[in-house]
Structures are given as C-alpha cells and as structure tokens.
C-alpha cells in the first residue's frame, strides 16, 4: 500500500514537474516571439521612415531647389533704373541664397550623399563640420583604427550619431562633443563624452525628450548591438555603442 503511494506520488510530482517545465518554456518562446515580433515591428517602422525621407530629400534636391534657383536667376536678370528698386531684388536674392541653402541642409540632414559615395566615416565628418559651423559646441571626432561597415548598416550608425549630436546641442550646454570610433573583435565601438550638465536617464526616458534615446535603443537592437548609456546631473553624458559587423 505504502508503495502503491508511493509511486502514485512519484507520478504526480512528474506530472506536475512536466506542466512546471512547459508553463516556463511556452512563457519564454511567447517572450521570444514577442520580442522578435516587436524588432520586426521597430525595423518596419524605421524603414518607412527612411524611406520617406529619401522622397522628401529627393523632392527639394530635384524639384524645390532647382525651382528656387531658376526665380534667382530671373529676378538677377531683371533690368531695373530705380535704386531703390535694384537694392530690394539685390535683398531678396539674398533671402533665395539663405533658402536654398537651408534647403541643401535640410536634404543632406534627411539624406546625406556622402553616406552613398564615401561610406560612414566621411558623412559623419562632413556633418560634424557642418554642425561645427552653425552651433557653439565643439565636436571632435577620433578615429583610433580604421573601419569597415557594411552597407545596409551605416545609415542606422550615421542616424544614432545625429541623434547624439543633437540631444548634445538640445540638452547638454556643452562646450566639447567627443566622438570616437574603433573596430575590435569583429564589433564596431563607439564612444562619445560631453561635458554637459548630464541629466538622469530615468526621468528622460519618462519626459517627452526621451523618445531620441528610446530611437537610439531601437536602432542598436535592431543592429543587434549593445548601447550603454552614462549619464549623471552636473557630470556630462557618455554613451558607449557596440555593433556587430556581420
């Protein structure tokens, strides 16, 4: 009798073993596939948006600037006796100069060429200085080893560098944005220190400005890399980016 009980309570502490076990693994590969679903999800979105910005940049490139240039070139031409006439044309070719450059500033924000011709590196000294020339922040950029990144994954790299620069230049009161790139065991690093007055990360994740670090998180696990992210009030802000290259 002792026995029979026995084992029946060998066989429902099995059984319930068994409904432990499968309750736990059903709850992991739901977690599993809720997480692919949501990368799939991010991946999208951030495709479509990419996307888009092409069309707009490629429609004040192709059609708004060279439309812009045409009505300079016609009010240049005008023939005018009045002083005061050829000094408002002189003023509003001026103000045509500043829109069409913002417009190539916007474009090249939006897509920028070089990424295309030469790769990363370039396109992120190219914006650099571009920054460097309209904003007071000094930023700095190091290159400690040469690197190679594939094709399809520079633009989310060169979108997370924009994103720093900007929350940098928003947020920081910065005077000097560090930005330094190295290659190491087959990953692409990543670091970048301001001397800021630095902020706490869970509040700005809460606050309304923190959807540019939720952007920073989803490019980086979409890439299937690791960004850390340390940042304390009155002490600067230093992000650390590590991204596998295949």
Same mark, same amino acid.
């Given at each position: 009798m002792e026995s029979k009980i026995l084992n029946i309570t060998?066989?429902?502490? !099995?059984?319930?073993a068994?409904?432990?076990?499968?309750?736990?693994?059903?709850?992991?590969?739901?977690?599993?596939?809720?997480?692919r679903?949501?990368?799939?999800?991010?991946?999208?979105?951030?495709?479509?948006?990419?996307?888009?910005?092409?069309?707009?940049?490629?429609?004040?490139h192709d059609s708004l600037g060279p439309l812009l240039s045409a009505v300079k070139l016609n009010i240049s031409s005008v023939d005018v006796e009045s002083t005061e006439d050829r000094q408002v044309l002189d003023?509003?070719?001026?103000?045509?100069?500043?829109?069409?450059?913002?417009?190539?500033?916007?474009?090249?924000?939006? !897509?920028?060429n070089t990424l295309e011709r030469k790769g990363l590196v370039e396109a992120i000294r190219e914006f650099i200085n571009q920054v460097n020339t309209r904003q007071s922040v000094n930023i700095?950029?190091? !290159?400690?080893?040469e690197i190679s990144i594939p094709r399809e994954k520079e633009i989310h790299i060169f979108r997370m560098i924009q994103e720093i620069v900007h929350n940098t230049i928003k947020h920081s009161g910065a005077r000097v944005l560090q930005i330094g790139f190295s290659e190491e065991g087959g990953h692409l690093l990543c670091l970048t220190r301001d001397d800021g007055k630095g902020f706490d990360k869970e509040k700005a994740l809460a606050a309304s400005h923190g959807l540019g !670090?939720?952007?920073?998180?989803?490019?980086?696990?979409?890439?299937?890399?690791?960004?850390?992210?340390?940042?304390?009030?009155g002490e600067g802000t230093h992000y650390f980016i590590k991204i596998p290259m295949n």
């Open positions: 060998i066989l429902m502490s !099995l059984i319930i068994v409904v432990i076990i499968y309750f736990f693994v059903s709850i992991i590969r739901y977690h599993r596939r809720y997480m679903l949501q990368r799939e999800k991010i991946f999208a979105e951030i495709t479509i948006r990419e996307n888009e910005r092409k069309r707009i940049a490629g429609d004040l003023k509003t070719g001026g103000y045509l100069d500043e829109i069409i450059g913002s417009l190539r500033r916007i474009s090249h924000d939006l !897509l920028p700095q950029l190091f !290159l400690v080893k !670090l939720r952007s920073l998180e989803s490019r980086c696990e979409i890439l299937n890399g690791v960004l850390t992210l340390d940042s304390t009030p």
